[in-house]
């Protein structure tokens, strides 16, 4: 593992605020002033190749990125893009089984459940 590889897996590890490419850049600059942006968002993404991070792109604005990858929720702010970890003791579990029965010439490999809602900061500008 490289210097560069360690400190964006280190970087993305000590934060649990779900940063995008951009913001985690800031953060890596912080112990290698002299990295470039390149270098760091194809950091991020060998971190996603090799499963050590994953991307979380709703398709609208900037993706975010998590180093937590094992299976759990997210909760994306609909104002202001915020992500966060949803902990739920019990929630709805996709039966993965009836999904790809369901799903025709579909292969299905995963599946990612998001809730879009209202920060608390949003919330109370409402």
Known sequence: MTDQLRAVLE????VNTHPTAAELYELVRVRLPEVSQGTVYRNLRKLIDLGYAIELDSGSGAAHFDACVEPHYHVRCKECGQV????LLEGPTPDIPAVRTG????VILECRVEYLGLCPTCRDHE
Do not use: C, F, T, Y
């Open 84 to 87: 966060a970890d949803l902990h």
């Open 103 to 106: 799903a025709d010439d579909w």
């Open 11 to 14: 970087a993305l590890a000590s």
